[in-house]
């Protein structure tokens, strides 16, 4: 499967963005999906992860309550609502599809990237 995320740019803290993330190649509704970000000089962290088709998600504990995952299966694409941005949100967020049940919260557990979208959040 091939993923494309869009949807980054430069906000003020305290502002919204919405990442999107399309699929194309193989049946969407049959990967768990993942946010995940990486600044500069430290490790690909979880943001949110969304199972199959019940409406599973996990969040981690940096976003809760200021982010929500979701997807659309006749769409084939995920989205990151991000809202109430910090400074330290500031990174390269990338989406992932894996397969299995439930939802996955480690970046091993992905078979597919995207290319990453850049989100800047200005103090």
């Known amino acids: 499967v091939q993923l494309q995320a869009s949807g980054g740019g430069l906000v003020q803290a305290g502002g919204s963005l919405r990442l999107s993330c399309a699929a194309s190649?193989?049946?969407?509704?049959?990967?768990?999906m993942g946010w995940f970000r990486q600044s500069p000089g430290k490790a690909r962290e979880i943001v949110a992860a969304?199972?199959?088709?019940?409406?599973?998600?996990y969040s981690a504990d940096s976003v809760k309550g200021r982010f929500l995952i979701s997807r659309d299966n006749a769409k084939d694409t995920v989205y990151l609502q991000m809202n109430s941005l910090k400074p330290e949100d500031t990174a390269v967020y990338y989406c992932?599809?894996?397969?299995?049940?439930?939802?996955?919260?480690?970046?091993?557990?992905?078979?597919?990237w995207g290319q990453g979208t850049q989100v800047t959040v200005s103090s």
């Open positions: 969304i199972s199959r088709s019940d409406g599973t998600t």
């Open positions: 992932a599809a894996g397969a299995g049940v439930g939802v996955r919260d480690t970046a091993d557990a992905y078979d597919y």
């Open positions: 190649g193989r049946t969407f509704s049959t990967y768990v």
